[in-house]
Structure formats: C-alpha cells, structure tokens
C-alpha cells in the first residue's frame, strides 16, 4: 500500500472501520495497531483513523472517544448517494474494515476503493450468510442446522451481501450442548484473535 506521501515522506496506512454494534472487534483492532511493543518491531505504519457508524448509540462511538479517533455517523441518503466519498478521502483512507457493520456498502463505495473494503462474517461461507444473517441468528441457524463446526470469514467485499472472494476462514468445534450464546463466544475470540493480523497481512501485500 502506498508508502511515501508527494514530499517523499513516509505515509501512514490508514484504516477506517464501519460498525454498528458494541465494537470489540473495533477495539482488538485498535489496540493492536497501537500496541507499542508490536509497532516498533515491525516499523508499523498504520493506523485506526476514523470510526465510521450508521448507529448514534452504538458502543463502538465510544471506543473512538476514548482512544481519541475521529468518529462520522452517517445517515442513509446520503451514503447511497455518494457513499461519503469526500468525507473518507479527507482522512486519505486506504483499507475500509467491516466489523459488525449492518448496511448494504453502495457500488460507489465498492468502485472507489477496489479490494480495499473488507468484512467478517461469524460464520463459515458461504453457507449461513446473506440478507438478515447477522448476530445471533447466524449462530442459531449453524446449531438448528446441526453443524459440527463453524467460525469465521474475511473476505472482500462486493455489490452483495457476504459474498466477495474469501481471504481467510478459521474453524471452531460445535459441542453437542453449545448455545448460540456460547457458540457466539467461540467465534468472537477467533475475530479477536485474527482479524487484526489478516488486516495487517493484507495491507502488507497491497
Ligand atoms: C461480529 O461477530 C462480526 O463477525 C459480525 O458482527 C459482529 C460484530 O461484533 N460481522 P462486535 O461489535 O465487533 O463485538
């Protein structure tokens, strides 16, 4: 991903993320792109720059308050007129991540930033993901569909839902008396663990 700025200078990567929800998975993120340690072993050049949320009260608004990351909340006309393009050049975007993000992203949206919008389904796709198949209902539908396994899904994004190419999957084990609620755990500690080192291996490769 670009690495000098027009004076020759070494550009930050900067990301922004969409969320409608809590955010913990925005928060993994967070931390571990600020996370001192892994930042000066690695020369890391990227950063959480702004926090995207079509949700007034949802929690993730919060985590960029208290790390200190611009926030924009975004009303429906608007994105599917001009999917905020100015607003996201302003803060020289280069990576738009998905992290609980329940709207539709507009075609104008997915033209300008070309395999640089990408997504996390709790799931294993393709199967248990589409229109409506968010939350807890992914999970009860994996269970009632007695699955021995499920997990997690990055992959780009295109014009529909959850069905860009897949980048990565890793799996979990289904217990015969697994809730939804438990099942939910497993997948969020596998977003936790991974979805910020496939963020960083993509922005690595591009
Ligand atoms: C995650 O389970 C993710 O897979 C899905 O939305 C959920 C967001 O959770 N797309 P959180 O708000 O990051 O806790």
Same mark, same amino acid.
């Given at each position: 991903?670009? =690495?000098?700025?027009?004076?020759?200078? #070494?550009?930050?990567?900067?990301?922004?993320?969409?969320?409608?929800?809590?955010?913990?998975?925005? #928060?993994?993120?967070?931390?571990?792109?600020? !996370?001192?340690?892994?930042?000066? #072993?690695?020369?890391?050049?990227?950063?959480?720059?702004?926090?995207?949320?079509?949700?007034?009260?949802?929690?993730?608004?919060?985590?960029? =308050?208290?790390?200190? +990351?611009?926030?924009?909340?975004?009303?429906?006309?608007?994105?599917?007129?001009?999917?905020?393009? @100015? =607003?996201?050049?302003?803060?020289?975007?280069?990576? +738009?991540?998905?992290?609980?993000?329940?709207?539709?992203?507009? !075609?104008?949206? +997915?033209? !300008?930033?070309?395999?640089?919008?990408?997504?996390?389904?709790?799931?294993?796709?393709?199967?248990?993901?589409?229109?409506?198949?968010?939350?807890?209902?992914?999970?009860?539908?994996?269970?009632?569909?007695? =699955?021995?396994? @499920?997990?997690? !899904?990055?992959?780009?994004?295109?014009?529909?839902?959850?069905?860009?190419?897949?980048?990565?999957?890793?799996?979990?084990?289904?217990?015969?008396?697994?809730?939804?609620?438990?099942?939910?755990?497993?997948?969020?500690?596998?977003?936790?663990?991974?979805?910020?080192?496939?963020?960083?291996?993509?922005?690595?490769?591009?």
């Amino acid at each position: 991903m670009s =690495e000098h700025d027009s004076t020759g200078q #070494q550009k930050n990567n900067c990301i922004a993320i969409f969320a409608s929800g809590t955010g913990s998975n925005a #928060q993994k993120i967070i931390e571990y792109f600020t !996370s001192p340690l892994t930042s000066l #072993q690695k020369g890391r050049r990227t950063k959480v720059v702004l926090i995207v949320s079509n949700n007034a009260n949802a929690g993730v608004l919060k985590i960029a =308050e208290r790390e200190k +990351i611009s926030s924009l909340i975004i009303e429906g006309k608007k994105f599917y007129e001009d999917g905020y393009l @100015s =607003e996201l050049k302003k803060y020289k975007i280069d990576l +738009i991540v998905l992290a609980g993000f329940l709207w539709k992203i507009p !075609s104008s949206l +997915i033209q !300008s930033y070309p395999d640089k919008i990408i997504n996390i389904h709790p799931a294993l796709l393709p199967k248990f993901g589409g229109k409506g198949m968010y939350g807890s209902k992914v999970h009860e539908a994996v269970i009632n569909s007695k =699955e021995k396994e @499920s997990g997690v !899904s990055i992959h780009y994004v295109d014009e529909l839902y959850d069905h860009g190419e897949i980048i990565f999957q890793a799996k979990c084990k289904i217990e015969d008396d697994d809730t939804p609620d438990i099942l939910a755990e497993k997948i969020h500690l596998l977003e936790h663990q991974y979805y910020p080192l496939i963020i960083e291996k993509i922005i690595m490769e591009q």
